[in-house]
Nanobody
Framework: QVQLVESGGGLVQAGGSLRLSCAAS????????MGWFRQAPGKEREFVAA????????RSADSVKGRFTISRDNAKNTVYLQMNSLKREDTAVYYC???????????????WGKGTLVTVSS
């Protein structure tokens, strides 16, 4: 199992930027694909972005393409989500997730962080 702790959430104006971080502990970080999900009030949790263990492959939801970028630093056991051009509809709790492959982490990861709240104001 890998333990995940998110940070970097907060209040930002529409059009602004935030960078979320997720620190992982436990087994070898580079063996895990990592992902970000979000859950807005009253809505189901949805996939945002994912990255392979090596960082060579990424995926992202259509709603964030061109605005959000996922990256990782395996030396620091950390995955990031750079969020630019934020919109009010990006307001949500953002969760970090991990599993063994990018395919699984995109659809049904087994390890989750507790989340960090991002609020975008107009």
């Amino acid at each position: 199992q890998v333990q995940l702790v998110e940070s970097g959430g907060g209040l930002v104006q529409a059009g602004g930027s935030l960078r979320l971080s997720c620190a992982a502990s436990g087994r070898i970080f580079s063996s895990y694909a990592m992902g970000w999900f979000r859950q807005a009030p009253g809505k189901e949790r949805e996939f945002v972005a994912a990255i392979s263990g090596s960082g060579s492959s990424t995926r992202s939801a259509d709603s964030v393409k061109g605005r959000f970028t996922i990256s990782r630093d395996n030396a620091k056991n950390t995955v990031y989500l750079q969020m630019n051009s934020l919109k009010r509809e990006d307001t949500a709790v953002y969760y970090c997730a991990a599993d063994m492959t990018i395919g699984v982490v995109t659809t049904g990861p087994r390890s989750w962080g507790k989340g960090t709240l991002v609020t975008v104001s107009s």
